[in-house]
């Protein structure tokens, strides 16, 4: 299957940068073999996508409530992204889990939601330092598969991507944060894709893309993607420059 590798922008770029980086980023990747997926913020998605018709490139939101529209004070919905041109949307990421509280009952709902608007979401799991330390990662990323895909069939699941947060891992701009090597990545990567396989079955669990997003770059990314469970990755940091990002994306071929 073809890799996808996404940028996770997080809450960085105005209009005129987000502009300006995906005009950069362009010409770069437009032979890539991967596919390539941006997701900006929220109030620059459409200037992001009217720069990005004619390309490769998709377009992807960070997150997004469940419901199509309401009394949500501060929310985005489903038909909101698909109004601006998207097709892809992260769900379940680390900060929002951390930093937000989302729960898994929360991200199941979103997931359900993202897939009766044809949105691709990318869904989060993974540990944190202290989960790790006490040897219960598994465990925990277990949970959070099951929760967080509740009442999703075989069919449904052709368009969800997983992507394993080893969020000990993330460096969140700290350059003495040490990403995990490419064996842990490996290890973690087989583990939810042997979860997958309980879930649902070997050809789902076969054929859905495991994204690695534990502070993937231009200097690990070869590495990592060389690895037979790794499918790509969801690129913090390092996808907010368009030459190191586009090494990323050539890094897998």
């Not at 010409?27 to 004619?54: R, Y």
Request: aromatic share 6%; hydrophobic share 40%.
């Amino acid at each position: 299957m073809k890799n996808l590798i996404a940028a996770n922008w997080k809450m960085n770029k105005t209009n005129e940068e987000a502009v300006a980086l995906v005009k950069e980023l362009t010409p770069l990747v437009k032979d890539a073999e991967a596919d390539v997926v941006v997701c900006p913020s929220f109030t620059v998605l459409k200037d992001v996508a009217d720069e990005l018709k004619g390309s490769n490139i998709k377009l992807g939101a960070q997150n997004m409530h469940y419901e199509d529209s309401g009394a949500f004070t501060g929310d985005v919905s489903p038909l909101m992204l698909k109004s601006v041109g998207c097709g892809y949307v992260i769900l379940g990421h680390s900060d929002r889990r951390e930093i937000f509280k989302e729960d898994d009952a929360l991200i199941d709902k979103k997931v359900i939601s993202a897939l009766k608007h044809a949105l691709k979401p990318i869904l989060c799991v993974g540990e944190n330092f202290d989960q790790k330390e006490k040897g219960i990662a598994n465990d925990i990323i277990e949970t959070q598969l099951k929760n967080c895909l509740k009442g999703l069939d075989n069919q449904q699941m052709k368009d969800v991507s997983i992507a394993y947060e080893p969020i000990w891992a993330i460096s969140r701009g700290n350059p003495n944060v040490k990403p995990a090597t490419k064996e842990d990545a490996e290890q973690r990567h087989q583990f939810v894709r042997s979860v997958l396989n309980n879930l649902f079955d070997e050809n789902t669990s076969k054929n859905t893309r495991i994204l690695y997003g534990g502070s993937m770059k231009a200097e690990n990314a070869k590495e990592l993607l060389a690895m037979p469970d790794i499918n790509g990755g969801l690129v913090g940091n390092a996808s907010l420059k368009a030459k190191g990002f586009a090494e990323i994306v050539k890094a897998g071929e």
